[in-house]
C-alpha cells in the first residue's frame, strides 16, 4: 500500500486498483489572508500536484472535519476525479457550494463503516485539539453551500472524525487532531497510526502521557507517522517548515513522540509533503 502525504492531514492511499483520498488542502493560503481575506482553490497548483502523483483512479474523499486546511480543495478534486466525496453535513455543505453533484456525496455522522473498491473505511466521532486563536468555533457548524471566494473563518469545524482504513493485509488507523475520546479505542487494532500531533509540545506531562496511552497504547501500531506538524500556511512549492512557533515547538512535538515511541520499541516516521511511502 502506497501512500503519499500533502501536508496537514492530507493522505492519498493507493493499493495499486484504487485510490482514496483523506483530506484535501493543496490550495495553502498565507496567513495575512486567513485572518483578513478570502480565497479559492488554487487550481493549477492542486490540478499539477495531482497529475504528479498520478491522482487517476481515485474512487472517494473522506473529510475529517470542515476547517479550511481539511476541506478547501475537496470540491475541485471531486469534481475533476469523478470521486465520491464523503463527510460531515458541514463538509458536504462545502462541496455543495463548489458544484459537486448530490449523487456524488455521502453523509456520515460517526460509526458507519464503508466498503470502496479494496478498501473497508471506518468512521470514528473523535475530538478536535484545544482551541485557539485560529481555530475557536470548535462545535459550530456550516448550515448552508459554501461558495469559493470564502473567507477562511468561515469553514468552521463541524465535527470531527478519525478513520480506520483496512485494505490487503495493512489496517491503519488517521487520527488527525491531538486529542482523544476516553475509551474509544478500546479493542481497535491498526499495523500503522497516523497521528495528529499540533498542540503536543504544549501539553503537561500528564496529558501527553493520557494522550499517548488513550492512542498509541491502545492500537498498537508498529509505524507511528505524524500529522499536523508543518505549517499549512506555506505552499507546497517552498521548503517544508514546522508549524509557526506562536503554535507550536514542532521540533519539541516530534521529540516528545520519538521519544515515546523509542521507550516502547515502535518505529517513527516523518514523513514530508509530496512524498510517498510503503506500508
Given at each position: 500500500m502506497k501512500v503519499t502525504f500533502f501536508g496537514t492531514t492530507t493522505l492519498l492511499f493507493d493499493d495499486g486498483a484504487d485510490q482514496v483520498l483523506f483530506d484535501a488542502h493543496f490550495t495553502r493560503p498565507s496567513l495575512p489572508r486567513y485572518i483578513f481575506g478570502s480565497a479559492s482553490t488554487d487550481e493549477a497548483t492542486a490540478g499539477a500536484l495531482l497529475d504528479a502523483h498520478h491522482v487517476d483512479r481515485l474512487r472517494a474523499i473522506f473529510i475529517s472535519h470542515s476547517h479550511?486546511?481539511?476541506?478547501?480543495?475537496?470540491?475541485?478534486?471531486?469534481?475533476?476525479?469523478?470521486?465520491?466525496?464523503?463527510?460531515s453535513s458541514s463538509a458536504l455543505?462545502?462541496?455543495?457550494?463548489?458544484?459537486?453533484?448530490?449523487?456524488?456525496?455521502?453523509?456520515?455522522?460517526?460509526?458507519?463503516?464503508?466498503?470502496?473498491?479494496?478498501?473497508?473505511?471506518?468512521?470514528?466521532?473523535?475530538?478536535?485539539?484545544?482551541?485557539?486563536?485560529?481555530?475557536?468555533d470548535l462545535g459550530m457548524t456550516i448550515d448552508a453551500p459554501l461558495k469559493q471566494p470564502a473567507r477562511l473563518r468561515s469553514y468552521r469545524e463541524g465535527g470531527l472524525f478519525d478513520f480506520l482504513v483496512k485494505a490487503r493485509e495493512v489496517t491503519a488507523l488517521i487520527r488527525p487532531s491531538f486529542n482523544y475520546v476516553e475509551g474509544q479505542l478500546d479493542g481497535v487494532r491498526a499495523d500503522v497510526l497516523f497521528l495528529g500531533i499540533a498542540g503536543l509540545a504544549k501539553a503537561d506531562e500528564a496529558t501527553e502521557a493520557r494522550f499517548f496511552a488513550e492512542t498509541v497504547e491502545k492500537v498498537g501500531p508498529r509505524l507511528v507517522i505524524p500529522l499536523h506538524w508543518d505549517n499549512f500556511f506555506s505552499p507546497l512549492g517552498r521548503p517544508a517548515r514546522g508549524m509557526p512557533r506562536l503554535v507550536e515547538k514542532t521540533e519539541l512535538a516530534f521529540f516528545r513522540l520519538v521519544k515515546y515511541c523509542e521507550a516502547h520499541d515502535i518505529d517513527c516516521l516523518v514523513q514530508l509533503p509530496r512524498t510517498s511511502v510503503e506500508i
Open positions: 479550511h486546511d481539511h476541506v478547501m480543495d475537496a470540491p475541485f478534486v471531486a469534481n475533476r476525479t469523478g470521486a465520491t466525496l464523503y463527510g455543505n462545502v462541496a455543495r457550494g463548489g458544484g459537486v453533484g448530490e449523487n456524488k456525496l455521502v453523509a456520515f455522522r460517526g460509526g458507519e463503516t464503508f466498503a470502496v473498491g479494496g478498501y473497508e473505511v471506518t468512521v470514528l466521532p473523535s475530538l478536535h485539539s484545544r482551541p485557539t486563536i485560529l481555530n475557536n
